[in-house]
């Protein structure tokens, strides 16, 4: 249920107009044009229908977006949404099918490719997709409220509000079960307002939550959040943190696990690819969705064709999620990760896997890094798995070093077509490349393109 942030109807009024909306973008909004030549973006709405909208914005270069009011002319393709919570900034696409998720997300990386490329790369090889529910495997969940009431839930699109929730449809059915009993249980300790955010994750072993605490909790608080985890089988972690944003070595020791007897002997949490255990700790990045994870990891082994004489660059590695399956396929293989811990943790997977090809470097890649011992090594292929904002430092160096073979992993298709850019410049060529819906229901696409020197 939803106890408070319920949308209140819209009513129709002179600043709201009608749009025939012609097209979608790669967030699958709406996209029309009216006749004074600006061109509309409209969240939820959907090609083939007309819409009464409000402008919420309009840019000097006739771009404007528009907020859905209703719906006069409803699409065949529209389908009813899943979650009952209004509000969440989460899942912005229910109100469409997987297979038309898929195309807008495709057409639109397509669509970028050409603009901002100058080139037609082709179709993708593949669009690939999953389970379009209860397929995220981590979540964070905010913490308000007062003594009277605790409220738990995701902050409200384009605002600070919260959305409380009881369930969510696309979180793994174990983690999303648990919010009931997790808001009960903070409504038992003594000072709520310390915790500032509750994570969930569903490793292979077991699910664990994470409480996130902006001061040390009482013994007796402890001792009911041990008495919680034991109770529902799972791991209870309390991450402390004394100075807001501190991300040094000191804050990372401050995890704690308050039950460890949970785990059954076991090192930690682990997921498993490639029958790699990689292990990780609550606050690790990893892929949400663990099935596409999987598809998309054999894609990038198959492109990068490797053999037993190929010395591979992986920059952006984290933990090792591509790192630790390509090492039993060449020669050896450099992971370099500006996470100080991850790159920790990914020695130790190396050496729980009885991998002893890998190397791992902590470096910022935003920084100068031509001086290091790991870029001055020798290497014919690279892979690619940066953040948003994308690898532009890495690919001007690069272009220097020149491998024969580049795998650019994306979350970002605009950064991505930005960074792939120079590579063209310097004579490479886009081979092919795939798109994996990793985020069902939502606007965000992952794309991995093969790119090779051209001979």
Request: aromatic content about 8%; proline content about 3%.
């Amino acid at each position: 249920m939803v106890k408070f942030f319920k949308p209140q109807k819209k009513e129709v009024s002179a600043k709201h107009f009608a749009l025939n909306i012609i097209d979608a973008d790669i967030s699958g909004r709406g996209v029309a044009r009216d006749g004074n030549g600006v061109t509309w973006f409209v969240p939820g709405a959907l090609p083939g229908e007309e819409v009464v909208v409000r402008a919420v914005s309009v840019k000097k270069n006739n771009i404007g977006e528009a907020e859905l009011i209703s719906v006069k002319k409803r699409s065949e393709q529209r389908i009813s949404p899943k979650c009952q919570f209004s509000g969440c900034g989460g899942c912005s696409l229910q109100h469409i099918s997987v297979e038309l998720e898929k195309k807008f997300k495709a057409d639109g990386v397509l669509r970028l490719m050409k603009k901002n490329l100058g080139i037609d790369p082709g179709v993708p090889c593949e669009v690939v997709s999953g389970a379009e529910f209860f397929y995220r495997r981590t979540s964070r969940l905010s913490v308000t409220g007062d003594r009277k009431e605790i409220h738990i839930g995701f902050r409200e699109e384009k605002g600070k509000n919260l959305v409380e929730i009881d369930s969510c449809c696309v979180l793994h059915p174990e983690l999303s079960e648990l919010i009931p009993s997790i808001r009960k249980i903070i409504n038992q300790i003594s000072n709520f307002k310390l915790i500032g955010h509750v994570e969930l994750v569903k490793a292979d072993n077991i699910v664990a939550v994470l409480f996130r605490c902006i001061n040390n909790l009482e013994a007796s608080d402890l001792k009911t959040l041990f008495n919680f985890g034991n109770e529902h089988g799972v791991a209870v972690y309390i991450q402390t943190r004394h100075e807001k944003g501190k991300e040094d070595l000191e804050d990372w020791e401050e995890l704690d696990l308050l039950n460890e007897d949970v785990l059954n002997g076991e090192k930690g949490l682990y997921y498993t690819i490639d029958g790699k255990k990689i292990y990780f700790v609550p606050g690790d990045f990893i892929q949400v969705n663990d099935e596409i994870n999987k598809l998309m990891v054999a894609r990038v082994m198959d492109y990068l064709d490797l053999n037993d004489k190929d010395r591979l660059l992986d920059l952006f590695c984290g933990l090792g999620n591509f790192t630790l399956p390509v090492a039993s396929r060449c020669e050896h293989v450099y992971g370099i990760e500006g996470v100080w811990n991850m790159v920790k943790e990914a020695q130790l997977n190396a050496e729980y896997n009885d991998i002893h090809n890998a190397e791992f470097f902590v470096h910022d890649l935003t920084d100068d890094f031509e001086k290091t011992l790991w870029a001055k090594s020798v290497f014919n292929k690279v892979l690619l798995d940066p953040g948003r904002s994308g690898a532009e430092k890495v690919v001007g160096y690069l272009m220097k070093k020149k491998p024969d073979t580049v795998v650019y992993v994306s979350c970002n298709p605009l950064t991505m077509t930005r960074d792939i850019r120079v590579a063209l410049a310097n004579g490479y060529k886009i081979i092919k490349w795939s798109v994996f819906d990793m985020f069902p229901k939502t606007e965000h696409v992952e794309t991995v393109v093969l790119l090779s020197r051209g001979k």
